[in-house]
């Protein structure tokens, strides 16, 4: 597609998977809902949404702007895949169908309670364990010590894979993510693992290694009943295992550094923990938004936004900047505040494809911030944070928190 072809719509040169753009997206997420619906960008010469209202209707319009090509910016009608295509995440209607009703009962609210008071107990036993070495304030890197200790702590479990190699979960993650990008320095440096990380994750993956009571066992057992095919079942499986830790470790940081540097809004939340901690994550997810960036392909000259997007054509859905365009949210939207209603972000998506494990991450959260607040009555950042970049996710390397307990 060349870039006359596109010139209807106003263009942005700014590549928005630089460095610059990537620690800090804010500047230019602005500059391109400020553009227009519909936006040209120059450097990859695809079309773009930042407003709500476009990159909802790409999101929940699955028939026009298909997930089978790539949610990435690889096209997968023109590019062989690095691994084989999730069938949840890239693919549609009617292949994605079957995989997301077996997945979507195992990870339902319902089905979740059993988890529940285990999980509460481990999120308080990890933050007694943080806390153990202070009497009244305690320093702590709230990425490595919370949020990524409390994920790897109890949804492997859930899942049921074997302790042993469970490091490589992040890491693998991590270039999953990147590879969405295009093939930039962060993609590079991730090729040289990607053949291993990808090799042990297939093969937590097998029925013969996974616990006969976690999620992973649950799923072939769909494979059992026919609801399933018995291909299907493993990468089923790896869907939980890429998706189901990166998004959560970040979307925790997201909410302990939303609520470390809005003390008023932390004295809010331990009033009511309970009734506000589903709250606070969700519009810290709104607010910080650890999924940033998705892809779709037209499958159709489509209508949006009063533009045409171009059939076979890739268009890139901004996230972020769909969760804080002021048109939605109001005249605060770059404010992370308690007393809104966040239901309606596309930080989980939306649609047919929106995240299937939402609810863990959110049970996972209302345990963690539920124990922190029983136990801390103040937290402010300790040291200046420290972005770890990804060509898709937004996320902390380190956190320094201080933690004054009650």
């Not at 270039?175 to 040289?192: D, I, K, M, Q, T």
Request: proline residues 7%.
């Amino acid at each position: 597609m060349s870039a006359p072809t596109l010139g209807y719509a106003p263009t942005i040169d700014v590549d928005p998977f630089c460095d610059e753009v990537l620690a800090d997206p804010i500047p230019l997420q602005r500059q391109l809902r400020a553009a227009g619906p519909v936006v040209h960008l120059g450097s990859y010469d695809i079309l773009a949404f930042a407003r709500y209202e476009q990159v909802r209707a790409a999101l929940v319009d699955w028939q026009g702007f298909q997930s089978a090509a790539g949610v990435g910016l690889a096209n997968f009608r023109t590019e062989q895949p690095w691994r084989p295509p999730s069938l949840l995440l890239e693919a549609d209607p009617p292949h994605h169908d079957a995989p997301r009703r077996v997945l979507q009962k195992i990870l339902s609210p319902r089905a979740l309670r059993t988890l529940r008071d285990d999980w509460f107990a481990d999120a308080e036993a990890l933050v007694e364990k943080v806390l153990a070495d202070g009497t009244h304030i305690v320093e702590i890197d709230a990425v490595t010590e919370l949020a990524e200790a409390f994920p790897l702590r109890v949804f492997p479990d859930a899942v049921g894979i074997p302790q042993q190699g469970r490091e490589n979960l992040l890491p693998y993650g991590d270039h999953l993510f990147n590879s969405f990008g295009p093939r930039n320095h962060l993609v590079e440096a991730g090729e040289s693992r990607a053949g291993e990380l990808q090799e042990w994750t297939s093969a937590q993956c097998r029925r013969d290694v996974l616990a006969p009571d976690g999620f992973g066992a649950e799923i072939w057992a769909a494979a059992d009943r026919g609801d399933i095919l018995f291909d299907q079942a493993p990468l089923i499986v790896r869907s939980l295992l890429s998706a189901g830790v990166d998004t959560t470790v970040h979307g925790l940081s997201a909410v302990l550094h939303a609520l470390a540097t809005h003390p008023e809004q932390w004295s809010r939340f331990r009033e009511a923990p309970a009734a506000a901690a589903r709250v606070a994550f969700d519009e810290a997810v709104r607010w910080e938004s650890p999924v940033q960036v998705f892809f779709r392909t037209a499958t159709r000259d489509i209508e949006i936004g009063g533009r045409t997007v171009p059939e076979g054509h890739k268009i890139l859905m901004f996230l972020g900047a769909a969760n804080r365009d002021d048109r939605r949210w109001g005249a605060d939207a770059d404010r992370f505040d308690l007393g809104r209603d966040p239901s309606g972000h596309v930080g989980f998506g939306m649609g047919i494809h929106q995240c299937v494990g939402q609810h863990v991450a959110r049970l996972e959260a209302e345990a963690l911030l539920t124990a922190l607040a029983r136990r801390v009555e103040h937290l402010e950042p300790a040291a200046p944070p420290r972005r770890h970049l990804n060509n898709t996710l937004r996320s902390w390397d380190s956190l320094p928190l201080r933690l004054h307990l009650a």
